[in-house]
């Protein structure tokens, strides 16, 4: 290893910030683009990046960041995995098929391109999504096989430099995926032999990351930012020694070539742990970035090898919108200055894309909770002051620290946050209250309430939202309606939702969900305990944004939720009609949860709630109930030793809302878009009657699992991507049917959507649920050999839902 100087690095700086606008800007171009190419070309997308990432810079130094290589440049189009991936040129080969280049993501190219990775086409399936480790954020899966061609484009990370310092005059620090986390985040392509891994071609990348480093020092980049926050993580394909071993060596190469800028390494999301940070601290980058929120302070041998090297404390935390707490904060970066050799400076635990941009927007929020919270712009402005403290003495910041204090010390006393009748109904739960019948004497009985056939469908809750339902809601809100002619217009909406399935087919019906603006927040209104926002926007995915609740105190349900709706649907049709409800687990998963109270009592409070739900909907007759919890595996710890506690208490309370359920009421539950391979014990775990899944976007491997796992009650494999606008082909359908079929048992596989339908539109809806209750149709026959009577019947509606459907393809 070489001598190494000590690089200047800023005082105080943050891992990224939100990249969809404070407005949403980013979104409404995104969606614009797509809904309506002709009138709003890709162009326009490229305008708001700029517009965007210009507002950040100006914004973010306004702030206090203006130390040269402060501010990220992480204003990506649709996610920094995907950008990183199209740095490397890692389009897989179905797309070079059918006609698409490599292409750097801040061209009108490029934007077409991520548009047809993270879509789809109407002839090509779009990349995989899950989830970006524990976080409610989900990132597009590269696909990387042993043949994927590779090469670097470094162009949009040079022009984003660029642009910023010649209008802005700042120099900002352009971010990419690591490229150990990118490879491990990445998966094979679709048609790569098994037992093929993308981390075998880790000394390719490592050849276009020199190759992009290089480009950018000959366009004067100083810093440039390295997230491996896979390091935080456990449970890989790949050993953990083989990840330090291999990630010593890509960074000893990454850290020779003179020609390059200064390297910063960011771990955030947990802790990189002693062997990595020794594996790191041999090779020659410059600075270290570690998360001081969820992660442990480094012991002496890393500090000792690091150096007098630069450290980023991460003591402000990225993915929860409470205040720091600044006098704790102080004490860490007190000790780590302390032990550190070299410079140490104030940073965020993770990048700040997981809260919204600023509280000070909220005006309607009660002014006790509105001080308890901070958004990213005031995570920012933590930062900074925490920053002049270690620098200048935490004198010249007492100010700030006693406010802290006292804010502090008003929360504990406030009376929300401890009301003795909610926690002592927590206390009395026994472990009777979550436990039902048998499987067995509960399957028996809903077969001979519900009477359902063979491959029963279903959808998963929500029906398109369309602009006359957000209207509707909005006047609502307004006061522009009163609750008469609210009523009276969901009403409608529902009524043409029961409709609209009994003409195609299903089996189960749901009544749409118009009322509800979003699964989490619907509930969160419902319920005390918590608040909601106005302007408390984050990215869940792509363009897709969520505002999520804020969970403060005890947790309790003053009135029924969803009773009324649910039998207003069910009067309408002889067919089940299903209540619905969020789970406790992804109502906090989905919500910034209160951080002075133990998760596991925060989620018994909600099921109890939930329970209060079950019994209300039983008693106005309803038959099937689903509480989905696609969060499940989003909140599973990245550490294994911390993983089994995590799954005993939201299996628990989600068997204690469920608990109380009649042996004869359905009990459904969805998950969606994580790998459920790893956590198949827990979801059969949460003891419900049917489990619907999503399985069409991930190549339907958890299908295999389910089977290879012997799951004993009934589920329901996606067989329809509803995250994208393609609607699939009927033979499509029909074989994720056959397959699940075959390998799972006809009896026990209901055929369903991966998801609730809300982002779609009509037309493509229709055309879709057609061909998916044409292919269960078709499988029945198949599966009962009845060719005399059913088959040729079954042929005809097949080929007549495949006529009417390609319409929808093409919208």
Not at 561 to 583: C, E, H, N, Q
Not at 633 to 639: A, N, S
Not at 764 to 792: F, G, I, K, Y
């Amino acid at each position: 290893m070489t001598a190494i100087s000590k690089p200047s690095f800023p005082a105080a700086t943050i891992l990224g910030y939100p990249r969809i606008g404070p407005n949403r800007e980013l979104k409404k171009a995104l969606e614009a683009y797509w809904s309506r190419p002709a009138e709003n070309p890709a162009q326009s997308v490229l305008d708001t990046l700029a517009q965007l990432h210009e507002r950040t810079v100006r914004h973010l130094s306004d702030l206090g960041l203006t130390d040269a290589a402060a501010i990220p440049a992480d204003t990506f189009a649709v996610d920094q995995t995907l950008d990183t991936a199209l740095a490397l040129g890692a389009v897989p080969a179905r797309f070079r098929a059918d006609g698409f280049r490599p292409a750097a993501p801040d061209t009108a190219q490029g934007i077409e391109l991520i548009t047809a990775l993270s879509r789809g086409t109407d002839r090509l399936e779009p990349l995989e999504m899950t989830k970006w480790f524990d976080t409610n954020y989900h990132y597009y899966v590269p696909e990387i096989g042993p043949d994927t061609p590779l090469s670097a484009h470094p162009e949009s990370l040079i022009e984003r430099f660029v642009t910023t310092r010649d209008t802005t005059g700042a120099i900002t620090r352009p971010v990419l995926v690591g490229p150990v986390t990118l490879l491990l985040l990445a998966r094979p392509e679709t048609t790569d032999a098994p037992g093929t891994q993308p981390f075998d071609r880790l000394n390719d990348v490592v050849d276009l990351y020199i190759q992009l480093l290089t480009a950018l020092k000959d366009a004067g980049v100083p810093w440039v930012e390295l997230d491996e926050h896979a390091l935080a993580a456990e449970g890989w394909d790949v050993p953990r020694d083989t990840i330090i071993d291999a990630l010593t060596k890509a960074y000893t190469r990454l850290s020779f070539p003179s020609n390059r800028p200064d390297i910063l390494v960011a771990v955030g999301y947990g802790d990189a742990g002693e062997a990595a940070q020794l594996g790191l601290a041999a090779t020659d980058i410059e600075a270290l970035a570690i998360d001081l929120d969820r992660g442990n302070e480094p012991g002496e041998a890393a500090l000792e090898a690091w150096g007098e090297r630069p450290l980023v404390g991460g003591v402000v935390g990225g993915r929860t919108v409470w205040r720091t707490d600044l006098g704790r904060a102080s004490e860490t970066l007190d000790r780590l200055k302390a032990t550190a050799r070299g410079p140490v400076s104030v940073g965020t635990a993770t990048p700040l894309l997981h809260v919204p941009h600023d509280v000070e927007r909220e005006t309607a929020l009660d002014p006790d909770i509105k001080e308890w919270v901070a958004f990213a712009d005031q995570k920012v402005a933590e930062v900074v002051t925490l920053s002049r403290g270690l620098s200048d003495g935490w004198s010249t910041v007492a100010a700030e620290l006693g406010k802290d204090a006292l804010i502090r010390s008003r929360r504990a006393a406030h009376p929300a946050t401890n009301r003795k009748e909610v926690r002592a109904r927590t206390a009395a739960v026994q472990q009777r209250d979550r436990e039902r019948a048998s499987a067995d004497e509960r399957r028996a009985a809903q077969a001979q309430r519900l009477n359902l056939p063979p491959l029963p469908t279903t959808t998963i809750g929500s029906f398109p939202q369309t602009p006359g339902i957000r209207t509707t809601r909005a006047d609502f809100r307004a006061g522009r309606i009163d609750q008469a002619e609210y009523t009276q217009k969901i009403r409608a909406e529902i009524a043409q939702t029961v409709r609209t399935q009994e003409e195609l087919g299903l089996d189960v019906l749901v009544h749409g969900e118009p009322e509800r603006n979003d699964m989490v927040q619907y509930f969160a209104e419902g319920l005390d305990g918590f608040v909601t926002t106005q302007h408390g926007w984050v990215q869940s995915y792509g363009s897709r944004c969520t505002r999520p609740s804020i969970l403060f105190g005890d947790v309790s349900r003053p009135a029924p939720i969803t009773v009324d709706w649910t039998r207003y649907a069910a009067s309408l049709t002889d067919r089940p009609v299903k209540g619905m409800l969020t789970g406790p687990v992804t109502i906090l998963a989905w919500s910034f949860v209160r951080d002075d109270a133990p998760a596991r009592e925060v989620a018994d409070q909600v099921a109890l709630a939930l329970r209060d739900e079950i019994t209300d909907l039983e008693a106005a007759g309803t038959a099937v109930i689903q509480v989905d919890e696609p969060a499940l595996r989003e909140l599973l710890p990245l550490t294994l030793a911390d993983r089994p506690d995590y799954l005993d208490w939201s299996v628990g309370s989600f068997r204690l809302a469920t608990g109380g359920a009649e042996t004869a009421t359905q009990i459904h539950t969805h998950l969606c878009y994580s790998e459920f391979e790893t956590v198949l014990d827990a979801i059969d775990g949460l003891d419900a009657d049917v489990t619907t899944l999503e399985a069409s976007r991930s190549g339907s491997g958890i299908v295999d699992g389910l089977a290879a796992g012997n799951f004993p009650r009934d589920v329901g494999p996606g067989v329809w991507d509803i995250h994208s606008p393609r609607v699939p082909t009927f033979d499509e359908v029909a074989q994720r049917v056959r397959h699940a079929a075959k390998v799972i048992g006809a009896d026990r596989v209901w055929v369903n959507p991966d998801c609730g339908l809300k982002t779609r539109g009509w037309p493509e809806t229709e055309a879709a649920l057609d061909r998916l209750v044409a292919a269960a149709v078709t499988v029945r026959a198949e599966l009962t050999h009845d060719d005399a009577a059913s088959a040729p019947s079954v042929a005809a509606a097949s080929a007549d839902t495949t006529a009417r459907a390609a319409e929808g393809s093409l919208l």
